[in-house]
């Protein structure tokens, strides 16, 4: 069985090919500047290439050249697009309505588009995405949402609700729904299997920290609260993403700089974070690489980021009455190993003991980094969204 995965935004449609038999990356791309020019970059498993500027007016071209490379010339990798069983997409809010994997139809399409409000920049280009794959994806070919909020819908009303009048949720849909949960579900099975334990007995703080960073409290297989909230703003201090605010620093600021609601949005989801308080970079490497050159805002970053780190793990520890692993995730959580290190040091009242040695380099490969008598184990555990939608789309198309 062959699956596609598609994760699109506003002006790139990105993909996956992949062979279910083995789990194994057929081809894999990026049509890029869709609304702008037009660009396709697509890779085989066995390393051909197509690598081209193109037309893609709207998603439907860039569909079109998709299935075109797919299918015809020295990169094709399919003698017809009805080899593919499924076609799975990433979508990034599903709110109350979608509480999992669900098959696409024209309504579907309609509620994700509908949703738009509650993530502008995303769910408005997956309905997009979704028409045009309809378009030019055989009839047949059934296509598959899988939702970043889906598996944080088994929080408690006490962890989703804001203590703001009760209108707000009622009227406007306004409380935490979180985020990444299609890695955080991926990464703590994952981290299970290696365990050689059944997820239900399980507590587990799971760390996704990337250019945006969630963190999450999973209890037996379930998320009971996460970092990120209404939106992807909450939590950690992000690439450019303040994380968690008081809210009245937000108005005061705003009317301090005349700034409008989607200018003060703006100015929090894309000019602070490591960019805003470091004024250098919202790339972790390039921080780092300031901060060990000395300079005091970079090295702030990092004290900002590690620090806060700290406090979920200890108050997620709290509401699971205890913890039996924390796992690292992500660009950032899957590479650098001095972070986890610095989070990981002075947590022995919790139970958590790392190994420094075998933490020491390691870079995004599976590996338990705690001290073999470390109460609570550490690990390593790389994400891979795209094949845990392939997972769940077969799933779904197999039972159908
Ligand atoms: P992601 O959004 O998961 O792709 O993660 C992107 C973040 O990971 C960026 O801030 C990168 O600087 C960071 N990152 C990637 N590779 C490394 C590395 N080798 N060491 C430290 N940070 C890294």
Redesign the pocket.
Known sequence: MKILVINAGSSSLKYQLINMEDESVIAKGNCDRIGIDGHIKHTTFDGRTVDTDCKFPTHTEAFEKLVEVLTTGDASVLSSMSEISAVGHRIVQGAEIFNKTTLVTDEVIQQIDDLSELAPVHNHPHALALRACKKVIPETTPQVAVFDTAFHQTMPEKAYMFGMPYECYEKFHVRKYGFHGTSHRFVTQALADAMGRDIKDLKIVSC?????SSITAVEGGKSIDTSMGFTPLDGVIM?TRSGCVDASAVTFVASKLGLSPSEMSDYLNKRSG?LGISGIS???????AAANDGDRRAQLVGEMLRYEIKKYIGSYAAIMNGLDAVLFT???????DD?RADVCRNMEYLGIKMNEKVNEGM?GKLCKISAPDSKVEVWVVP?NEELLIARDTKELVENM
């Open positions: 996704h920290l990337g250019n945006g690439g490591f919202s790339d972790n490497r390039d921080i780092t992500g660009g950032i959580g899957e590479n650098s972070l870079r994400t």
